[in-house]
């Protein structure tokens, strides 16, 4: 198979030949690398890569990936890391419009008509950056001879893989891992494995994040060789029985390999008490059937307690081929017959934050320092809550915030406001996803994708669908797919607000602000198990509340932190105390979006925003709306949120 | 001055002088207000002060058009209008119904004495309609001033932003201490605040990523500002030195910054203010909350307003030190 340029305009192809999405978990050759963190079968790609830049598609060197093509005239460029930020491309910031405003006519394919696959659009696009990145590599002594695959856990926005010379596959969805085979064409020695990354693909269209626009391979990159028998994907299933004191827990495991030998599955407690122990011959596919935990320790934010599980996967002699530890809690999340919604059986309450991955000099390419100074940060503030606002994060977070007991509500990467929302208006008339029967693949895919990763993650208490899409068939499609997988947690979507007439429950709402001209569907039951909204004043929070709340309430969005903010708290707070269907919020949002720079002129270190690097269009210091400085800093706000979080933690 | 234990009463020409043995002031006739805050030889002033009414515009302002509807304080703010005519004077029992200036004080010497001196001075807003604020100090023969201001009430201007007094002292200050709440405040932010005493090294402005409206402290009990340089070319000694500020009825609001409310508004990004060289003190009595529904509209809750139809009064005493 041949690469094609054409997959970049076409809604449909947003994967070829990639693998398919599987649990996180990590696997070691034996217990020794397990407490080294260090798995023998992995290989980071991580550090330098060649690189060369294109301004646009037809600019860009084709043949790059051919195995006896000279790259002399390369440069390099760090792997994980943003293009714009090592100077090639422009920084911009923008939040609800898409980057080519202003500059570029373009509407969604199919989104007007049927008949209308807008051809050309990002092919062609005269904005569509593009990076080559070329690697040498040999193969570490312990993954020869074994089935390699390359994960690249977050590339912005479109990319095409060779390795070789050959063809390997092409990925969207630029904040989920993506991973190939690359076992046909493989070598011990002198491989170069070709990446060719498009800015803009119709992924743009559902990738329209208030945020900096980036590019790159921004997340790490590593190979990962299997042995002969190989554990590719499980699920956990943790219950908490109907007295929230009992537990019982049942997985389901799939391998691939050799169907041979047997898998030893140990459960531990913090004392290091056995309490599961079976061992089952491999297949295909293998299920432990519920086994019963009495007087189970359950998980929470004050008492993030994990089980230890340990998968020893061995061969038919006995000697061990992988060792996969995961931790894992029990707890269980519903929605009482009075609409509360329960944790443990208690009342839950969201004390949250929206978090983008950000830091002030590597835009999204966090490192785990950042991620362990957010955890503290949490912890100090009471914050007990995150949404991974508007996309999956990096794979550690999640085993951070099961460690923490952080509650997550992991989003998916899905955010199209410019289509659907015009300076405020809602104007949904070439609105992606929507109901494009074209576009409906695309985000079941990164539902199933979000789902698939992370599923064994006790933190992840809701799945959300996406941020500021509005609603239609195809979010009905995605949430399908998290209800027919998983009845373990709640889902939510705020968008689905734009095409309910809440002239009953919220009164006093005026409704040209929030409902479109004319006829809309209402899916106001089919897309979210809460009442969500963004922003909404505490007085139209307690007329909901009032007036009957046939759902439980949440604001997914509240107390916008830009510049000096967060007054009137206290507002929100007391709903709290009246209302027991309010289940409080996430402030939007973490931590300021601005990039530290050499300011020419005083010679100093200091914050840029958007509009600062001559980006136009822009939102200026639209991004600035957190509670951390960018440098990680905590603003003067910080004290009050640690206050009234702390009022019902 | 040492024979008595009042205080010394200049009559000048265009100003009155008042004097102890650890103070001196002079209050302006023509520039209308304190013109020199002299405590144990160190000058505190570098302008009169003057009433205040604007605040930077915060991110949460400018997204609710609350800068556009309450623009003419700007100016009110910037340019201060101070009716001379209406300065009034109390010297003891003694009521000056107009200024005591030449031929009139003629018969005074240069040993007048006084227990107790109050000065009115009255400021014309530059609002449409204007409305009136007055400042009265009331000076102690040990120096303590008194130091009030009233602002009128008018129901045809729009919502306050502030309302206060800006001292600007001629040189930076090195620090700050107070007993009041922990960190920034504003009337709808301070819940989290803990009560106590603190220290603020230099004058920091809050990094927000454009210059706005920062730094503010409400509900104060005591406050001392410390600098250790003057700009007289005669003084010649680094020794740190204090003013002293401690409520009178009711406890304080003030911010203490390197910079005035434009100097704030018309920079984009925090390293476009200027070098950092005075001292901006604004003592507030009544302070906007800072609002935090969101950034595009919503107003700040009317509890946390400042509403223009009614009058504010405020009080807070001066202390000298030895």
Redesign the interface.
């Known amino acids: 198979m041949e690469a094609e340029i054409k997959w970049l305009d076409n809604p449909e192809i947003f994967r070829v030949n990639q693998l398919p999405a599987h649990s996180d978990h990590h696997f070691y050759r034996n217990y020794v690398e397990w407490q080294q963190h260090k798995s023998s079968f992995e290989q980071s790609l991580d550090g330098q890569w060649q690189f060369k830049f294109a301004q646009t598609p037809q600019e860009r060197v084709k043949d790059f990936y051919k195995v006896d093509f000279d790259a002399s005239n390369f440069g390099h460029i760090k792997v994980p890391s943003e293009i714009e930020l090592s100077d090639y491309t422009q920084n911009n910031y923008i939040n609800t419009l898409m980057p080519w405003e202003g500059k570029i006519f373009r509407r969604p394919a199919y989104a007007l008509s049927q008949d209308d696959p807008e051809e050309g659009s990002f092919s062609e696009g005269k904005d569509n950056t593009v990076g080559l990145y070329l690697k040498h590599f040999d193969l570490n002594d312990e993954l020869r001879g074994k089935q390699i695959r390359v994960r690249f856990e977050g590339v912005e926005r479109s990319m095409y893989l060779w390795l070789n010379g050959h063809f390997i596959g092409y990925a969207e969805d630029s904040f989920t891992p993506s991973e190939f085979d690359l076992t046909p064409y493989i070598q011990d020695e002198d491989n170069v494995i070709a990446v060719e990354v498009f800015k803009h693909s119709t992924a743009s269209w559902i990738e329209d994040q208030d945020m900096f626009r980036f590019s790159g391979i921004f997340r790490s990159v590593e190979l990962l060789a299997q042995p002969v028998t190989h554990l590719e994907d499980f699920t956990l299933k943790p219950r908490v029985a109907d007295n929230y004191r009992d537990g019982e827990l049942a997985i389901d495991l799939a391998f691939v390999g050799e169907q041979a030998g047997n898998v030893h599955l140990v459960v531990k407690d913090h004392d290091g008490k056995t309490l599961l122990d079976e061992t089952k011959p491999v297949t295909e596919k293998v299920t432990v059937e519920p086994h019963e935990f009495k007087d189970v320790h359950l998980w929470d934010n004050h008492d993030p307690y994990l089980y230890q599980l340990l998968i020893e996967v061995k061969d038919a002699k006995g000697n061990l081929l992988e060792l996969v530890p995961y931790q894992f809690g029990f707890r269980r999340i519903e929605i009482s017959p009075e609409h509360v919604v329960l944790l443990n059986g208690k009342r839950l309450i969201i004390n949250g934050v929206n978090r983008h991955e950000w830091d002030d000099h590597r835009g999204r390419s966090v490192t785990m320092k950042d991620m362990l100074s957010d955890i503290h940060t949490f912890k100090e503030n009471n914050i007990n809550a995150v949404r991974t606002c508007h996309y999956p994060d990096q794979i550690p977070w999640y085993y951070l915030c099961d460690q923490n007991g952080i509650y997550m509500m992991a989003e998916n990467n899905l955010e199209s406001h410019a289509t659907w929302q015009k300076m405020?208006a809602v104007e949904p008339s070439y609105n992606v996803p929507g109901s494009v029967p074209q576009w409906r693949e695309v985000v079941v895919d990164r539902a199933r994708s979000n789902y698939e990763f992370f599923k064994n993650h006790t933190a992840i208490l809701f799945w959300s669908l996406g941020n500021e899409s509005f609603a239609g068939d195809n979010l009905v499609a995605m949430q399908q797919f998290y209800k027919e997988h998983d009845d373990s947690r709640l889902v939510h979507y705020e968008g689905v607000c734009h095409t309910h007439d809440y002239s009953d429950q919220i009164p006093s709402l005026n409704k040209e602000n929030y409902l479109p001209q004319g006829e809309t569907h209402d899916y106001r039951d089919e897309l979210s198990d809460v009442e969500s909204w963004m922003?909404l004043?505490?007085k139209q929070v307690e007329e909901y509340l009032k007036n009957n709340p046939d759902k439980p309430f949440m604001e997914c969005e509240?107390?916008?932190?830009?510049?000096?903010?967060?007054?009137?708290?206290?507002?929100y707070i007391k709903l709290l105390d009246k209302y027991p269907q309010y289940f409080g919020g996430f402030i939007w949002d973490f931590i300021?979006q601005?990039l530290q720079v050499k300011?020419p002129?005083?010679g100093?270190m200091?914050?840029?925003?958007g509009g600062?690097f001559d980006d136009r269009h822009s939102d200026y210091?639209?991004s600035?709306?957190g509670l951390m400085?960018a440098d990680r800093t905590p603003?003067?706000?910080m004290?009050?949120?640690?206050?009234?979080y702390g009022l019902h933690k | 001055m040492a024979y008595t234990n009042k205080m010394h009463v200049i009559y000048g020409d265009g100003t009155l002088g008042l004097g102890g043995d650890n103070f001196h002031y002079i209050f302006s006739y023509e520039k209308g207000g304190l013109e020199s805050l002299k405590l144990n030889g160190k000058e505190w002033l570098y302008r009169v002060p003057t009433p205040t009414f604007w605040r930077a515009t915060t991110d949460n302002d400018r997204g609710s058009g609350f800068n556009i509807k309450s623009a003419q304080w700007l100016a009110a703010d910037t340019f201060s209008k101070c009716l001379n005519d209406q300065t009034d004077l109390v010297v003891d029992d003694r009521h000056f119904d107009h200024l005591p200036v030449a031929p009139e004080t003629n018969k005074f010497t240069n040993h007048e004495t006084a227990n107790k001196v109050k000065i009115t001075f009255t400021y014309e807003t530059l609002t449409v309609p204007a409305t009136k604020v007055t400042v009265t100090y009331v000076v102690g023969a040990t120096g303590q001033i008194n130091v009030s201001a009233h602002y009128f009430g008018h129901e045809d201007l729009p919502g306050l932003p502030v309302f206060g007094l800006r001292f600007i002292m001629p040189t930076l200050a090195t620090g700050f201490d107070y007993e009041g709440l922990s960190g920034e405040t504003y009337p709808d932010r301070m819940a989290g605040a803990r009560h106590g005493k603190y220290h603020v090294d230099g004058l920091p402005v809050t990094p927000y990523l454009v210059p706005q409206e920062n730094g503010m402290h409400m509900e104060t009990g005591q406050l001392s500002i410390t600098r250790e340089i003057t700009e007289n070319n005669a003084d010649h000694s680094a020794e740190p030195f204090s003013l002293k500020i401690s409520q009178e009825d009711q406890p304080f609001n003030f911010s203490c910054l390197p910079y005035t409310a434009e100097e704030l508004e018309s920079a984009t990004h925090i390293e476009e203010l200027p070098l950092a060289r005075r001292t901006v003190l604004v003592m507030a009595g009544a302070v906007r909350g800072v609002g935090g529904i969101d950034s595009w509209g919503a107003d700040v809750e009317k509890q946390y307003h400042i509403p223009a139809d009614q009058d504010i009064e405020f009080s807070f005493i001066i202390n000298p030190t030895k």
């Open positions: 405020g922003y004043p505490p509240y107390m916008h932190d830009m510049g000096n903010s967060v007054g009137g708290m206290g507002s300021d601005a300011d002129i005083s100093q200091v914050m840029r925003y600062d210091e639209f600035g709306d400085f603003k003067p706000a004290q009050e949120v640690r206050y009234y």
